[in-house]
């Protein structure tokens, strides 16, 4: 155990290592792009396009939302508060942009200080959220309705400061339709400032994490947050008036989002791979259990006969065979373990596999992969399982002396074709093969098609098409 530790705590250290040194270098270029417009007064910071603040605001709308269902899905999947706080934050802040931002532009409502104000009291909200969950510990139960009420509780709070802010909004420092003699107000400073020491809590917090567990998501949470502290810093120091302006801080905070969806899709992707490797582990669990187990068994059986003086002309060849086939069956085992995990490439672990079914010169097996075939890490574990199955077949049932499989592109898809001349079937007998049956769910699985050619005495052909 003691190595296995030292190896992912290595692994944690060069993946945080590695994620340092490009935080460096992004914290240079920002910086001294900030630098620029602050030493150069002659520069513009902002610009008067309403039109384009409204396509930015539908974008992070849009992009927070989506990062909102993909966090809310593994809360429900899992029940860490890190990814509910997740969740909120990037709730609110779709749903601010949506209420105070794009909803009065598709109403005809002329912008307002009230809107104003409301959408800068969000975004505090959510960056206090985004901030709180790299240092939240724990799980929850009742996750759907926790969920929920709380998704509840946003909405009421949104309306609630909405309506209150309405109530105010004489009283709001003019924001939104300043003069040329207006200065930023000092709690709209204030509100840019809590939001950039935020977005830096949350740098620190998502690389302290990645580097104590080092997990893919915690790298795209802390590349956003750094694109969000410069967001803010823009704000802060070139601070934007008017509602219909937009400055270099508004498309880094579009980018952000951007880099955020794609760390959550990421994070989601690996969550399926990685359930579908402890179900492939399990699946090979039980067929070691049926099959190896079984030799075992019967080794163990003969050699107890054998001591109990039963005749070994009978015996030790019993002996033999069992033991050959359970190394065959041990073999088999550790090959579809190593391309269900990904520790073994496909390719090699395909032809490694051929060439332990074939050693004992019963079935002649050409293989034939094209290069410019790729499978998704699912499809990898499905095909060679696929694979697995139909030679498995063709060797034991179909009595096949020879058989050819091809995984390749064909008309723009990609198909594996397994091909035997053994001594093929009928419809009948189609619909009650287990092995049949069992390729069809595997290619359900992940999407695809599967055909079947054959006849009594013609050999068969198994074809499965993938998802294109």
């Not at 309306?159 to 207006?182: E, H, K, M, R």
């Not at 801080?249 to 359930?275: K, N, S």
Request: proline share 4%; aromatic share 8%; with cysteine.
């Amino acid at each position: 155990m003691l190595p296995t530790t030292v190896i992912v705590r290595q692994d944690n250290r060069d993946a945080y290592q590695a994620w340092l040194t490009g935080e460096v270098l992004l914290f240079g270029l920002l910086g001294a792009s900030l630098a620029l417009f602050l030493t150069h007064a002659s520069l513009p910071t902002s610009y008067e396009l309403p039109h384009l603040r409204l396509v930015l605001a539908t974008g992070i709308a849009l992009a927070a939302g989506l990062v909102a269902v993909l966090t809310g899905a593994r809360f429900s999947a899992d029940g860490q508060r890190g990814d509910l706080l997740l969740c909120t934050g990037f709730f609110v802040v779709s749903a601010s942009n949506i209420a105070f931002v794009l909803a009065p532009a598709v109403a005809e409502v002329g912008p307002s200080d009230a809107a104003a104000f409301a959408l800068i009291a969000s975004r505090t909200f959510a960056a206090v959220c985004i901030a709180a969950a790299p240092f939240a510990r724990g799980r929850t139960s009742a996750r759907e309705r926790v969920l929920g009420g709380w998704l509840f509780f946003i909405l009421a709070a949104l309306g609630s400061l909405w309506t209150l802010l309405y109530s105010a909004g004489d009283a709001l420092p003019n924001v939104v339709t300043p003069n040329s003699s207006d200065t930023p107000p000092l709690p709209l400073l204030a509100a840019f400032a809590v939001q950039a020491l935020l977005n830096l809590v949350a740098l620190i917090g998502f690389g302290w994490r990645l580097r104590q567990h080092g997990e893919d998501l915690d790298r795209w949470l802390g590349l956003a947050a750094s694109l969000l502290l410069f967001s803010s810093l823009y704000l802060v120091f070139t601070p934007l008036l008017g509602a219909d302006r937009v400055s270099q801080g508004d498309f880094l905070r579009v980018l952000a989002y951007g880099v955020l969806v794609m760390g959550v899709w990421r994070a989601i992707r690996a969550a399926e791979f990685g359930r579908a490797v402890a179900d492939e582990r399990a699946r090979v669990a039980r067929e070691i259990h049926d099959g190896l187990a079984q030799y075992l068994f019967a080794i163990s059986t003969h050699a107890t006969m054998l001591e109990s003086g039963g005749d070994p002309r009978a015996l030790v060849p019993q002996i033999k065979d069992a033991a050959t086939a359970a190394q065959q069956e041990a073999r088999f085992a550790i090959l579809a373990l190593s391309s269900a995990s990904g520790s073994a490439p496909f390719d090699a672990a395909l032809r490694r596999y051929v060439e332990f079914l074939t050693a004992d010169g019963a079935l002649d097996v050409e293989i034939e992969i094209d290069p410019r075939t790729r499978l998704d890490p699912d499809e990898q574990i499905e095909v060679f399982r696929i694979v697995q199955e139909g030679l498995a077949n063709a060797r034991k049932h179909a009595g096949a002396g020879r058989a050819e499989v091809r995984i390749e592109e064909r008309e723009g898809r990609r198909v594996v074709t397994i091909v035997d001349d053994g001594v093929g079937f009928d419809g009948a007998e189609t619909a009650a093969g287990q092995g049949l049956r069992n390729i069809r769910a595997r290619i359900a699985s992940i999407g695809g098609d599967f055909r079947v050619r054959t006849a009594p005495g013609a050999g068969t052909a198994l074809e499965v098409a993938l998802r294109g």
